[in-house]
C-alpha cells in the first residue's frame, strides 16, 4: 500500500473486487469521514496489453474532466508509485448497485425505473456535453449511495471523442451498442443505446438482446430488432414504449441524444 495513501487514510475492509482492482473502505484520518480506495496492481496488468493499460491511464483523468457532479462517483484523491494506483472516491453502500437492486426486486414500477433512469441520464448529458463516452454503461455500474441517490462509476473503458475518432469493441455483451460490433467510427450514442438496454431490463425483467453465447447475444444486437412482448410490457405505458424505440434504435442518425431523452415526455410527464 503506498505510504502516502496510508499518511491520510486508514485503509479498512476490503468492500470489492473487479478484473483490476480491489476496493477498501478507507476513514479520512484528518475529517474522520468514510471513502472507498480502488486500489490497482499495475503489476497484473501485463506490459503487452495497451488496452488494459490505457483503462488504467483513462480512469482518474476522465473522473477528473467529469467531476463533480451528483450522479457520477467523485475522485477525491489519487496516489501513485511504481507499482499501485489508490484511488479514492466517494463510498457507497457494498452490494448496493443496480444489478443487485433487479435481481433483488426488478422488475421495477415505471416510477421507481424513472427515478434512476433520469438520473443516469443526468449523468450521461454531463459526460456528454464534455465530449466524454462511457462506454460500458450497464447495471453493474450503477451504484447508489447513502441517500440513494445514482453514482455512475468506473470509467476505465471511457474515452473523449473529440480527441480521436472512436473505434474498437468495448462494453459488455448485452448493453454493446450495434455500431460498435459493426466496427464502425461511432460516439457518444453509444451510451444511449446502453441506457436504453439498462431501462428496458428494469421495466422487463430481461434483456432485449438476448443469446445463449456471447456470439448469439452480438448477433442479435447487430439485428437490432427491438421486440417488447406483451407478458411484459403490457401494463407498460405507450409513452415508455415509445422511448425505448427511440433509444434502442439501430440507426444512430434516428436514435436520440442524452438530452433529448431528458426531454421525452415519459421523462417530463411523470411525477
Ligand atoms: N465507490 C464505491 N463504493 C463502494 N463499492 C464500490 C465502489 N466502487 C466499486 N465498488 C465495488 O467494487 C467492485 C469492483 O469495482 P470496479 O467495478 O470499479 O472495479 P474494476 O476492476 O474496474 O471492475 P471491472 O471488472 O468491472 O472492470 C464493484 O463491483 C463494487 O461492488
Given at each position: 500500500m ?29 475529517s ?7 486500489s ?9 496489453d ?16 467529469v ?5 457520477i ?10 507499482f499501485?494506483?489508490?484511488m ?51 447495471p ?17 473503458s471511457?474515452?473523449v471523442?473529440?480527441?480521436?475518432p ?40 430481461f434483456?432485449?438482446?438476448d ?29 415508455v ?11 444512430v ?10 426531454r ?8
Open positions: 503506498t505510504e502516502a495513501l496510508k499518511k491520510s487514510y486508514d485503509v479498512c475492509e476490503e468492500i470489492g473486487r473487479g478484473r483490476f482492482g480491489v476496493v477498501f473502505r478507507c476513514v479520512s484520518l484528518i474522520g469521514e468514510s471513502f472507498a480506495v480502488k490497482i496492481d499495475k503489476r497484473r496488468i501485463s506490459a503487452g495497451s488496452l488494459d493499460s490505457q483503462c488504467l491511464d483513462n480512469e482518474p483523468k476522465i473522473l477528473n474532466l467531476s463533480p457532479h451528483p450522479n462517483i467523485r475522485l477525491h484523491n489519487l496516489y501513485e508509485d511504481d499501485h494506483l489508490h479514492v472516491l466517494d463510498l457507497c453502500p457494498p452490494s448496493k448497485d443496480l444489478y443487485n437492486l433487479i435481481i433483488d426486486d426488478g422488475p421495477f414500477p415505471e416510477a421507481q425505473a424513472r427515478h434512476i433512469f433520469t438520473q443516469l441520464v443526468n449523468a450521461l448529458v454531463h459526460m456528454h456535453v464534455l465530449g466524454v463516452v462511457h462506454r460500458d454503461i450497464k453493474e455500474n450503477v451504484l447508489f449511495d447513502s441517500r440513494n441517490s445514482v453514482k455512475l462509476t468506473d470509467f476505465g471511457a474515452g471523442v473529440a480527441m480521436e472512436m473505434r474498437g469493441v468495448v462494453g459488455t455483451p448485452y448493453y454493446v451498442a450495434p455500431e460498435i460490433l459493426a466496427g464502425r467510427e461511432y460516439g457518444e450514442k453509444v451510451d444511449v443505446w446502453s441506457c436504453g438496454v439498462v431501462l428496458y431490463i428494469m421495466l422487463a425483467g434483456p432485449p438482446f443469446g445463449e453465447t456471447a456470439v448469439e447475444i452480438f448477433e442479435a444486437v447487430l439485428r437490432g430488432n427491438l421486440r417488447l412482448p406483451v407478458r411484459a410490457f403490457q401494463s407498460v405505458s405507450p409513452a414504449k415509445d422511448l425505448l424505440r427511440k433509444m434502442l434504435c439501430k440507426d442518425s434516428r436514435r436520440l441524444p442524452a438530452e433529448q431523452v431528458l421525452h415526455p415519459w421523462i417530463t410527464g411523470g411525477s
